[in-house]
C-alpha cells in the first residue's frame, strides 16, 4: 500500500451539523459507557459524506473530541483505510478497478475514457462533477471490466458505454447501476445456459413404483427430513424419535455412539490414551488428568 497523507490544503475549520450529531448520538449509544471510540470508524465514514466525500484535517479532528481520542489515534485509522478520501473527490467519484481480471478484459480503455472526459488521476473536473481513482480489486471479477460511482457498481463495461454513461451522469440524466449490458446479475449475457430442462424443477416428478406394477410419486423435498419431524411434530428434541428407535433396534444413537468408542478404546488403549501416564510438566501445577 503507498503512503497515504492528508491533502496540502486545508479548510481552516470542520464542525458537526445538527444532522452529523444526531448521528452521531445514535452511533455513540451502540456501545458500551466509556466505549464510545468504537464508533470512530462509522463516525469518520458519515462525517466523510458531510464533507463532501472526503476528510479534512479539522474534520478529523473534530471526530476526536467527539469520541474523546488522541488526534493522532484517529488520523492513523484516517490513514490506513482506504475508504477513506484524504484529499477532495468530485461529485461522482470513479473508482476503477485495474487489477489483472479487469485488466484483461479492457480496464485499460476504460482508463483512457477516464483521462479523456475527466482528466489525469486524482483530478477534480473544474465543473466538481468527477474525479477518479486505479483501485485494487472491487470483487465484481465476473462483470470486468467495472468501476464504482460512490456506492454503486457499473459493470460489464465498454468505452462506449462508460462515456454514455458519464455524460448522463454529468446531465442528471437517470442511469442503471450494474450491468450496461443485457446480463442480469452474474448470469451469462442473454440468460441462462444450463440446467434448462423444465423436469429438474418438477419436484413431484413420477417413477415406477418399487417392486414393479404402476407408478407412484415420490416426495422429493423429503430428502434428509428428520423423522421425528414427520411423525412427532410436538416433539423438537426427538425423545420420541429416539424411543421409537430404541424399540425396533435395542438401541438409540447415543447407546449405539457410546458402544462404538467403549470398543475403540478396549481396542485401542494406546491410541485413545486410556493406558497412557499423565505428563509431569515440573510447573508444580497439578495434571488435570491426574
Keep these: 500500500m503507498s503512503v497515504r497523507r492528508l491533502a496540502a490544503e486545508q479548510p481552516e475549520s470542520f464542525s458537526f451539523t445538527p444532522e452529523l450529531e444526531a448521528i452521531a448520538q445514535k452511533l455513540i449509544a451502540k ?9 470512530v470508524v462509522p463516525l469518520l465514514w458519515e462525517t466523510q459524506k ?8 479539522p474534520a478529523i479532528r473534530a471526530v476526536a473530541d ?6 493522532i489515534r484517529v488520523l492513523e485509522i484516517a490513514t490506513f483505510y482506504t475508504m477513506f478520501n484524504l484529499e477532495p473527490v468530485g461529485k461522482y467519484f470513479v473508482q476503477l478497478c485495474g487489477t489483472t481480471p479487469c485488466m484483461l478484459r479492457g480496464a485499460e480503455a476504460i482508463k483512457h475514457v477516464c483521462e479523456k472526459k475527466i482528466g489525469h488521476e486524482r483530478h477534480v473536473s473544474a465543473d466538481g462533477t468527477f474525479s477518479w481513482l486505479e483501485v485494487e480489486c472491487l470483487g465484481a471479477c465476473t462483470n470486468a471490466p467495472m468501476v464504482q460511482i460512490n456506492d454503486d457498481y457499473y459493470e460489464d463495461l465498454t468505452p462506449e458505454n462508460f462515456e454514455k454513461l458519464l455524460d ?9 447501476v450494474g450491468p450496461q449490458n443485457s446480463r442480469k446479475g452474474s448470469e451469462p449475457e442473454g440468460g441462462p445456459r444450463v440446467l434448462l430442462d423444465p423436469a429438474l424443477y418438477d419436484f413431484k ?13 415420490p416426495d422429493l423435498l423429503s430428502a434428509g427430513r428428520a423423522r421425528a419431524a414427520s411423525e412427532s411434530p ?18 438409540d444413537t447415543r447407546d449405539k455412539r ?15 490414551g486410556s493406558d497412557r501416564e499423565p505428563v509431569k510438566t515440573g510447573t508444580g501445577v497439578r495434571d488435570p488428568e491426574e
Excluded at 416428478?205 to 410419486?217: N, Q, S
Excluded at 410436538?234 to 438401541?251: C, F, I, S, V
Excluded at 458402544?259 to 494406546?270: F, G, L, M, R, Y
Design 258 to 272: 457410546e458402544a462404538v468408542a467403549a470398543e475403540a478404546q478396549a481396542s485401542s488403549p494406546s491410541v485413545t
Design 50 to 57: 458531510a464533507a463532501g466525500g472526503w476528510l479534512p484535517e
Design 168 to 176: 448522463d451522469l454529468a446531465a442528471g440524466r437517470p442511469v442503471s
Design 66 to 71: 467527539r469520541l474523546g481520542m488522541a488526534n
Design 234 to 251: 410436538a416433539d423438537p428434541l426427538g425423545a420420541t424419535a429416539a424411543a421409537q428407535e430404541k424399540a425396533a433396534d435395542g438401541a
Design 205 to 217: 416428478a413420477t417413477v415406477p413404483a418399487a417392486g414393479g406394477g404402476g407408478t407412484e410419486t
Design 31 to 39: 456501545y458500551p459507557e466509556g466505549r464510545q471510540a468504537s464508533a
